[in-house]
């Protein structure tokens, strides 16, 4: 029922740019914290960015500074932009997020989307 789904990404250069977007769906009551992972070959998932019904952001130490992760309530959407991108940014991001239909909140992951930062 519930769907988060990831767009965005691709294939950029070192110090450029990209901005994902995840979209959630489907039967939502409310949507609490909302967050991007990242999963490199050969290394576990990691947080890379969460943000709060509110707006409170937290960042992994690796990306402060370079990425900002932003929401849209009203389009049930998250956002991260990522400036300044470096080849050891390369891995598939993916959205997570707790979400609520009408009395129950569950966990989410989108499918994810790949980054890749390569000269």
């Known amino acids: 029922q519930v769907q988060l789904v990831e767009s965005g990404g691709g294939l950029v250069q070192p110090g450029g740019s990209l901005r994902l977007s995840c979209a959630a769906s489907g039967s939502i009551s409310s949507i609490g914290d909302m967050g991007w992972y990242r999963q490199a070959p050969g290394k576990q998932r990691e947080l890379v960015a969460a943000i709060t019904s509110g707006g409170s952001a937290n960042y992994a130490d690796s990306v402060k500074g370079r990425f900002t992760i932003s929401r849209d309530n009203a389009k049930n959407t998250a956002y991260l932009q990522m400036n300044s991108l470096k080849s050891e940014d390369t891995a598939v991001y993916y959205c997570?997020?707790?979400?609520?239909?009408?009395?129950?909140?569950?966990?989410?992951w989108g499918q994810g989307t790949q980054v890749t930062v390569s000269s």
């Open positions: 997570n997020a707790n979400i609520r239909n009408s009395y129950l909140w569950r966990n989410y």
